[in-house]
């Protein structure tokens, strides 16, 4: 089974025609046969019910056990941006209301997975995203198999699975938004550690240790040293040593660190370089989703993806076009 879907997502990796399928094309060359290699009897409606009616709006699929349905799958056109809020709330609520634990919405390219009886904002449902183009096939296989083979969704493990996940990524979250603050309290009010190691550390360096000197070193600098998380977002890929006073970087301190970044190509800013260098156009959306899948971010939303746009553009390297998610970069160096 393995080894067939593999063999499956290599052919989809190479077939342009997928690209320009409508939305009928898509579930009957993707969706199908994809769900029938991961164990669901796609032939049998008790199993795999297509168009199935949720008060007065249809599923395209609710894949069904012991006569109750387990997973919803909402499916467009091959190139349908899937990052519509209107697709993701019709999914989420008939979801739901229905007490479906897993929800998916895809175009048969991009694969957003869902807990929809989450209690929190739609957006922040969603726990995994599979791009078949983008990935490596045995990474898409494999998850296609935590999520969706039909014996791991029968015995809850596909479930745990996701459960797993998607609360290793909330508590990243929290304890990234959660560590500036602690940092700020730590340089703001400092207890007698912090100052003991700062002033033993100086005497082993200059020979001298001074309590006194030190504890108006710390309330002098305390403005210098705090931290937003935006900062600590843009550390994670060798941040400059300096930033300015209330906690911004300047724009040309961190210009220039991740100008001399460019010269290794295995910084976070070559890699985006190269990247869109090799697509040529892409959409600020499909880069962000790409670092975290491909180039090691821990979410959308790191800082550090924005600044190395900005110093992209800076640096003539692309340009620019549109405002937030929209917004295109287009390789001209």
């Known amino acids: 089974m393995r080894e067939k879907l593999i063999a ?3 052919q989809l990796k190479t077939n342009t ?3 320009s399928y409508n939305e009928a094309e898509t579930k009957l060359a993707i969706i199908q046969p994809l769900i029938g290699y991961l164990g669901w009897d796609r032939d049998n409606p008790d199993e795999v019910k297509p168009e199935y009616s949720v008060e007065n709006r249809r599923v395209d699929f609710s894949l069904r056990l012991n006569n109750s349905n387990a997973v919803f799958i909402e499916v467009k056109q091959t190139g349908e941006d899937l990052d519509k809020k209107e697709y993701q709330e019709q999914l989420l609520d008939y979801s739901f209301r229905q007490g479906v ?10 694969w957003c997975f869902y807990l929809p009886m989450k209690d929190v904002d739609w957006e ?11 990935q490596e096939s ?3 296989t494999a998850k296609f198999i935590d999520f969706l083979l039909k014996d791991n969704v029968l015995y809850s493990r596909a479930l745990k699975h996701a459960e797993s996940v998607y ?10 938004e959660t560590l500036p603050k602690a940092w700020n309290k730590i340089v703001s009010d ?3 550690l912090l100052i003991e190691l700062l002033a033993e550390t100086t005497e082993k360096i200059c020979g001298f240790k001074d309590i006194d000197i030190v504890k108006r070193f710390l309330a002098n600098y305390k403005d210098n040293f705090s931290l937003t998380i935006e900062d600590v977002s843009i550390r994670e890929i060798k941040p400059p040593l300096v930033h300015t006073k209330k906690s911004s970087l300047n724009r040309s301190s961190y210009r220039d660190a991740y100008r001399k970044q460019l010269n290794d190509p295995d910084n976070l800013i070559s890699r985006i370089r190269e990247y869109i260098k090799e697509k040529r156009v892409v959409s600020y959306k499909d880069l962000k989703r790409v670092c975290v899948q491909k180039f090691g971010c821990k979410s959308e939303t790191s800082g550090s993806i924005g600044a190395c746009v900005t110093v992209l553009e800076d640096e003539n390297y692309i ?8 917004k295109r970069l287009l390789f001209i160096k």
């Open 138 to 140: 045995h990474e898409v």
């Open 190 to 192: 400092p207890d007698d």
């Open 8 to 10: 499956f997502i290599e």
């Open 124 to 134: 922040k449902r969603k726990f995994y995203t599979i791009d078949i183009k983008e």
């Open 17 to 19: 025609k997928i690209l």
């Open 319 to 326: 340009r620019v076009e549109g405002k937030d998610d929209s």
């Open 101 to 110: 634990k897993l929800a998916i919405l895809t175009n048969g390219i991009t």
């Open 167 to 176: 609360e290793g990524k909330r508590r990243e979250e929290a304890i990234e």
